[in-house]
């Protein structure tokens, strides 16, 4: 009697513990939403305690994806060049601008390694170690998620081998680049772009030391002493899922202008906890969510930066309410873009009706992109003119109701975001519903993907400091179109803008492609261009906040208290 | 005895491959892909990444292959961590996670008893009603909560713990108190409602009837006696506190179990989910082999070679 009754107890307990475990697994959110929130620390020594929000995944220079990694590579590692305080390439590992060299329409760079460019171990950094590196990348059995950066780079064959079916398939080989002595590396170029240099600042661009990693093999750049460093720093410890120390690494070529002896970073996911660390004084830096901000806005430490991330919605052009260009333009305009980054994201975020992001890139005349229409397009119209386009569209449609699905992810903001595209659209357009369908991140890319959609919400950020890295996008047979657009305009505009070499030519044509985007297809719906809050102690000097590739660099940071 | 305990193994390692194969095939119904670029990611790129971590193969094979590497031992590498070895991963997270789960345990299930036991002695009383409010209020406040507010006050207003990170005894003290509070409401719930039924039973009387002190009835006779379903539940309690609680390790910010777990599913790092619940699975299991065991020694009544109870 009294087992039959434990048994019970026992499969109930069991019940319950498996549905816990199933709950507490859903509670998380996030994922690896990048690195927001930075935070350091430091006494009068030169020591700086930051917070990341996620743990490093790789430190393999060819297998990294994400900005965490991306970030702590920046600092203990260094390509050819690496981005200075202005974004701009400043030397890196090459010890002088290369030389050019034009033949049979390619470009070759001869570039020259310093003297004293060293890896951690003081043994001398090579061409040869770039060499290893790239060819690692692009060989099939150890291929890079950025693979494509070498053909984006416009370096010879870069893309052929890659591509399967292509004679040059996995002939690593044959990309143009060569060590033609020990310090000497010559890079031959196909399809010169003007951003080749910023583009070398690139992790996947970054040398190996070969010798040392054949020696490690299958544990090379799994832990803090089985890589080598040829960065400002070095990873002193590196516990994973916990957190990673960097200490000045002295072999570095340009130690003498690192300030920074020590640089700790805790892997921290719970916003309150990294304000929490920040008002007891344990970081120096620390990203703030939207709930937290109405808290800080006024305080000295509180600032706001701007991001060149895009979010925007794509709008299912296969289907025949939204192939409607009025409809279309009804949507762009009934969205209140100012209520959505005031309230809802309130972190400095702009309200954007535009679709390349301000303080991003400057043209050939030294001004920002944006500049031929800094407030965006449509700027001066609103819920009028959207209430005119939506009459003329349900018209044309011939019916008075219009139900759309809005596909967006599972977490948090996203479900606000969402909310708040439902009411904007719902009140102002009469006749129109929208269902909301939220899931997870991976099932909404392959829904989004398969076109199983009407609205979606979208998110990019730029792979290189160039417009093109948002404009081929909606190419007609873009991979990232995903939304049925197709125009031939816009096709001819941003293929000749990939060809053109003359650099203003080019930047008209990407700024005509945009219009055509924007203005005369309002293909999409722009809603903002990402802001990040943070709050940093005034004595950290120099924090330097990069718009690609790294999200920023210690090397300059200074302690002043 | 011996006979049970190997019949008990057998049946063990079936629920084991059943467990793991169940979770492997659930796995692979998970959308997406590991990669966490996938975005940006073309078809081809992917097809090609895939090649390189053998995610073309036909489920079947994988299945196999996965198998055949798992009962050699081999948990495989984790695809978010580039390359480092599953078993690595969880040796190096399991510490504080069990750490902190035992200390919680061993806290908790004190001071559970002690109010259950208060409770029970002096039913309908004050202390009584204090005890189930605190019980009631542990169970349904949840512990990130807690949490949340001891950090403020403790670590910001008072300055007396540290607000976070793992680095010695006095970084435990909080999220110890805001795991043990569930574990504190469970047991003191539980033992209160044992002992007032143990006290009702008519050994009681008789022990009382033959002239024995009640602290004697109440150390010998009740306690021993109310304390055997507490073990039933302290099986499951054990496992999922050593394998870490999530939200308490996110804001304490403790390197444990409980955020690998979950996120390896949100990020479809297919031999971390299978290395992660392969691994509870042998804890509960064996936890609870050793729950029978135990019960069989407590208490004589129950007799696990089974046949003449």
Redesign the interface.
């Known amino acids: 009697m009294?087992?039959s009754r434990?048994t019970l107890?026992?499969s109930l307990?069991?019940v319950?513990?498996v549905f816990?475990?199933a709950c507490?697994?859903g509670?998380?959110n996030g994922?690896?939403s990048g690195g927001e929130g930075d935070g350091e620390g430091g006494s009068a020594e030169q020591v700086l305690n930051l917070v990341e929000t996620a743990?490093i995944?790789?430190?393999?220079t060819t297998?990294?994806?994400?900005n965490t990694s991306f970030k702590a590579m920046n600092q203990v590692f260094e390509g050819l060049y690496r981005l200075d305080e202005n974004n701009e390439p400043t030397l890196g590992m090459a010890a002088d601008e290369p030389e050019e060299e034009e033949k049979d329409g390619e470009t070759v760079y001869t570039f020259t390694i310093r003297d004293d460019a060293k890896w951690s171990d003081g043994s001398d950094v090579v061409a040869g170690d770039f060499i290893y590196a790239w060819h690692k990348a692009l060989n099939?059995?150890?291929?890079s998620?950025y693979?494509?950066m070498f053909g984006t780079a416009g370096i010879k064959n870069g893309n052929a081998i890659?591509?399967?079916g292509d004679p040059l398939y996995g002939k690593v080989e044959e990309l143009g680049a060569k060590a033609v002595d020990e310090k000497t590396l010559e890079i031959t170029v196909e399809n010169q772009v003007p951003y080749f240099k910023s583009l070398l600042t690139f992790a996947t661009f970054y040398p190996q030391p070969e010798g040392y990693a054949e020696e490690q093999g299958?544990n090379f750049?799994?832990e803090a002493d089985t890589m080598l460093y040829n960065g400002p720093f070095v990873f002193a410890e590196w516990?994973?899922?916990?957190g990673w120390t960097y200490e000045k690494n002295p072999e570095y070529w340009d130690a003498e202008t690192v300030n920074l002896e020590k640089v700790t970073t805790?892997?921290?996911?719970?916003t309150?906890?990294t304000v929490?660390?920040y008002?007891?004084g344990?970081i120096d830096r620390a990203g703030l969510s939207a709930d937290f901000v109405d808290q800080f806005k006024d305080n000295e430490e509180f600032s706001t930066l701007v991001d060149p991330t895009m979010y925007f919605m794509r709008l299912n052009q296969e289907r025949e309410e939204l192939a409607n260009k009025d409809i279309r333009k009804a949507l762009y305009l009934a969205y209140d873009r100012e209520g959505l980054v005031n309230v809802l994201l309130n972190n400095g975020s702009i309200a954007a009706k535009y679709f390349v992001p301000k303080d991003f890139v400057k043209g050939p005349d030294g001004d920002d992109f944006r500049e031929f229409a800094p407030d965006g397009f449509y700027a001066d119209q609103g819920e009028e003119e959207a209430k005119e386009a939506w009459e003329a569209g349900l018209e044309a449609l011939g019916t008075d109701s219009v139900e759309l699905e809005f596909l967006t992810t599972d977490n948090e903001l996203a479900a606000k975001i969402a909310e708040y595209a439902k009411d904007q659209f719902e009140t102002k357009l009469d006749g129109l519903t929208i269902t909301i369908n939220k899931q997870?991140?991976?099932?909404f890319?392959?829904l989004e993907d398969s076109g199983d959609f009407d609205i979606s919400t979208g998110g990019w950020g730029p792979?290189y400091p160039d417009p093109m890295t948002f404009l081929y996008m909606f190419e007609t047979d873009g991979?990232?179109n995903r939304m049925g657009y197709s125009s031939e305009k816009y096709d001819e505009l941003v293929s000749g803008a990939k060809k053109e070499t003359d650099e203003a030519k080019r930047w008209k044509m990407m700024q005509d492609a945009e219009k055509v985007l924007m203005e005369e297809d309002i293909a999409i719906v722009p809603t903002y261009q990402k802001g990040n809050a943070i709050l940093k102690k005034d004595y950290v000097k120099n924090f330097y906040v990069h718009s690609f590739g790294a999200d920023s660099s210690y090397k300059w940071i200074k302690i002043e208290k | 005895m011996g006979r049970y305990i190997g019949g008990r193994i057998i049946s063990m390692l079936i629920t084991f491959l059943i467990i793991a194969s169940l979770t492997f095939f659930l796995m692979k119904l998970?959308?997406?892909?590991p990669?966490?670029?996938?975005?940006?990611?073309?078809?081809?790129?992917i097809?090609?990444?895939n090649?390189?971590y053998g995610l073309n193969d036909p489920v079947p094979v994988q299945y196999f292959n996965y198998m055949k590497n798992l009962l050699s031992g081999d948990l495989g590498v984790s695809f978010?961590?580039?390359?480092?070895e599953v078993s690595t991963?969880i040796g190096?997270?399991i510490g504080p996670s069990a750490y902190l789960g035992l200390q919680s345990l061993v806290v908790g299930t004190i001071i559970g008893l002690f109010l259950g036991i208060i409770a029970a002695l002096k039913h309908n009383s004050f202390l009584d009603y204090g005890t189930m409010v605190i019980a009631v209020l542990g169970i349904s406040i949840p512990n990130f909560v807690i949490a949340?507010l001891m950090?403020?006050w403790f670590?910001?207003k008072w300055?007396l713990l540290p607000?976070?990170?793992?680095d010695g005894f006095a970084y435990t003290i909080m999220p110890t108190v805001a795991i043990a509070s569930i574990v504190v409401a469970t047991i003191a719930r539980f033992m209160r409602t044992e002992m007032l039924e143990v006290l009702g039973q008519d050994y009681i009387t008789t022990a009382k009837a033959k002239g024995l002190s009640s602290t004697a009835v109440v150390i010998r006779h009740t306690i021993r006696n109310a304390s055997i379903?507490i073990i039933?539940?302290m099986?499951?309690l054990v496992?999922?506190l050593m394998t870490g609680?999530?939200?308490i390790e996110?804001?304490?910010?403790i390197?444990g179990l409980?955020?690998?777990?979950?996120?390896s599913?949100?990020?479809?790092d297919f031999p971390i989910i299978m290395g992660t619940t392969l691994f509870f699975s042998i804890l509960f299991i064996v936890v609870?082999l050793l729950?029978d065991i135990l019960?069989g020694i407590i208490d004589p009544?129950?007799r696990l070679a089974g046949g003449k109870?």
């Open positions: 009294k087992k434990w107890v026992l307990v069991l319950l513990s816990l475990s507490g697994g509670s998380n994922g690896n743990e995944p790789s430190m393999d297998q990294a994806t994400d099939p059995d150890t291929i998620p693979a494509s890659i591509t399967e299958d750049a799994l516990n994973h899922g916990e805790k892997v921290v996911q719970d309150a906890t929490n660390l008002e007891t344990k997870p991140w991976k099932q890319l392959e792979d991979e990232y | 998970l959308p997406g892909t990669f966490n670029n996938q975005d940006k990611l073309t078809e081809t790129q097809v090609q990444l090649d390189k978010q961590q580039d390359g480092r991963i190096e997270r949340g950090q403020y670590g910001v300055q607000v976070a990170y793992w379903p039933t539940i099986g499951p496992v999922g609680t999530l939200v996110q804001i304490f910010v390197p409980g955020e690998k777990f979950v996120n599913i949100l990020t479809n609870i729950v019960y009544r129950i109870s």
